[in-house]
């Protein structure tokens, strides 16, 4: 039996931006599941754990509700990597992403390679 492909779980309030990191993720075979802002990321989180939740969150800072730094604090980074994917570039916002545990933080906009290298670095198994 072949093995499942990683989930990963895409938080942003934008969805034509969803829509072009789904494409790019399914592309490469990985399995999507999306979520509008941080609220509903958490509710997902909480309700799909295990090994079939998502190991990997490409998660954007501004969005209403919770933002993205503060739902970063709140996500098991034991089971999840956290990719930041923002529009933010500044020193601050960076620094309090990966304050908060995010494991990379890209801008945006970004390119579909980039944004392939680093979920598939996320992913990698530890060695």
């Known amino acids: 039996m072949d093995e499942?492909?990683?989930?990963?779980?895409?938080?942003?309030?934008?969805?034509?931006?969803?829509?072009?990191?789904?494409?790019?993720?399914?592309a490469d075979g990985y399995e999507v599941v999306e979520a509008a802002d941080g609220p509903a990321a958490l509710q997902l989180m909480r309700s799909v754990g295990g090994p079939r939740g998502p190991q990997l969150v490409v998660l954007d800072v501004m969005m209403p509700g919770i933002d993205g730094v503060e739902v970063c604090?709140?996500?098991?980074?034991d089971r999840m990597k956290v990719l930041m994917l923002?529009?933010?570039d500044d020193a601050a916002t960076r620094e309090a992403a990966m304050a908060a545990g995010a494991d990379r933080y890209m801008t945006?906009?970004?390119?579909?390679?980039?944004?392939?290298?680093a979920a598939?670095?996320?992913?990698?198994?530890?060695?």
Not at 73 to 77: A, E, G, L, V
Not at 109 to 114: E, H, T
């Open 73 to 77: 604090r709140q996500i098991p980074h």
């Open 120 to 127: 598939r670095d996320l992913l990698a198994p530890a060695s």
């Open 86 to 88: 923002t529009a933010r």
């Open 4 to 26: 499942m492909p990683p989930a990963i779980l895409i938080v942003d309030d934008e969805p034509d931006v969803r829509k072009v990191i789904r494409s790019v993720l399914e």
């Open 108 to 117: 945006k906009p970004f390119s579909a390679v980039d944004l392939l290298d």
